[in-house]
């Protein structure tokens, strides 16, 4: 246990400053320090105030930009879209004047090039049979122009394609059969004539003949 002595003397120990004495020891270095630390956190907030402003301006000029891009962007795919439908009805106004027969327009391009391809079939077969048709005239005007009246002959049938003529019929005689061969050999535009038949017909006693020609 402590003596009497050292309680005593605890008790008239006083609470001591650390801060004055301190500034005591060494006042410049603390007051500077003091100072120092002020300033610092001084600086810090102006620097902060400055900055916040440029920071809030450079998010406004980029907002401004970036609505502004938009805005362009907009215009231009408004523009191009009014430049489709404008080409769009045109294709459409075009096709409608061309087969005004087509009620329903959905895809004017893919309708039109289907549409000149079925047209151009169509023309191609019409073509061909207007050739074909030309072709048969022009073979019964060669037929009968070499075929002479002296010759008793019916003609029951005739076939006719790209290359050959066939003629059926009757004739009084056979002799009649030779000559008809003949008459059609002399016209440039029977190549070879050939006697495929000729037989009596039993009912009205005439030759029944089978010619081939070759065009």
Known sequence: MPSDNESHETSNLKQVDTTKLFS????????????????ARKRDTFSFQKNLKLIVT???????????????????????????????????????QTFPKEKSIKFPLLQMKSLVKKSNETLSIQKTQQLS???????LT???????????????????????????????????VDKLKKYIENAAMFKVVLINNASINKKNNKVSFKLSIQI
């Open 58 to 96: 450079s998010v406004v000029l980029s907002g401004t930009l970036l609505i502004l891009s938009l805005f362009s962007l907009y215009k231009d795919i408004n523009h191009l879209n009014q430049k489709i439908d404008t080409l769009k009805f045109k294709s459409m106004t075009i096709v409608q």
């Open 142 to 176: 060669r037929l009968s122009e070499n075929i002479s009246s002296a010759i008793d002959v019916e003609i029951s049938k005739l076939s006719l394609n790209q290359t050959n003529l066939i003629i059926s019929g009757e004739t009084s005689n056979f002799s009649d």
């Open 24 to 39: 005591k020891i060494q006042p410049d270095i603390y007051s500077k320090a003091e100072i120092n630390f002020y300033n």
């Open 133 to 139: 048709n030309l072709k048969t005239i022009d073979v």
